[in-house]
């Protein structure tokens, strides 16, 4: 289940189920999206972007889906594995000299 | 061939004093960048360089001094550190500006 503690919200799943993870980005300009994971005492690291012509797109087992009526950005890993906890951040850009922002984060916890 | 790397990974220091912080990309990458993060993971850009020239500036004290040598470096001065500076930061770099950027491995700064 999905809840929201002190500091991070967090996503709990059990190993090989889907997971879901939510952004609700602020600016209706955006026209640019990218996904990161950063694991404990790393940097964070691209996984999947998306333009703004797009509503979805798929990697190697996470799929994006933008939804730029509701300002919604949403991060589907298949199967998840107990590699993929981690903190997901979405990031949102403003195309010019504007500079990505990320959104607060969201810790996956996966359940062996 | 790490493609960011920055060094050092850990800083401990008394307020006042003044650090640096260095970071190199190989990736060719003409893009570099400052990112801060809080306690609470929160990413937040400080400065970004294209082609050694500043970018951007997001309002940051004028204590932190970016400097570029080149287009591959992007080294990071504080002067007269304070409490409010201890955080973890991220240099990144990208081939095109703002869009799909790597990061490196984070320096965790703790002022004493």
């Known amino acids: 289940g999905e809840s929201v503690g002190l500091h991070l919200p967090t996503l709990s799943v059990q190993e090989g189920d889907n997971s879901i993870i939510n952004c609700a980005y602020s600016n209706s300009a955006s026209d640019y999206f990218i996904w990161y994971k950063q694991e404990s005492g790393k940097g964070p690291q691209f996984i999947i972007d998306i333009r703004s012509n797009m509503d979805k797109r798929q990697g190697q087992r996470v799929t994006v889906l933008l939804n730029k009526t509701v300002k919604h950005l949403s991060l589907q890993i298949a199967a998840t594995q107990p590699g993929d906890s981690a903190v997901y951040f979405c990031a949102e850009l403003n195309s010019g000299n504007t500079p990505l922002v990320f959104g607060k984060g969201t810790r996956l916890s996966v359940i062996a | 061939d790490t493609a960011v790397s920055q060094t050092p990974k850990y800083l401990v220091t008394q307020m006042g004093n003044d650090k640096s912080i260095k970071c190199e990309q190989n990736l060719g990458h003409d893009t570099m960048y400052w990112y801060k993060q809080d306690s609470k993971k929160f990413l937040k850009i400080m400065f970004s360089?294209?082609?050694?020239?500043?970018?951007i500036n997001e309002t940051v004290p004028n204590r932190f001094s970016p400097k570029s040598p080149d287009k591959a470096h992007l080294n990071l001065h504080i002067n007269s550190l304070e409490l409010g500076d201890s955080a973890v930061y991220f240099c990144a770099s990208s081939q095109v500006s703002n869009e799909k950027l790597f990061f490196g491995s984070g320096t965790q700064l703790s002022v004493l």
């Open positions: 360089y294209n082609n050694k020239e500043l970018i």
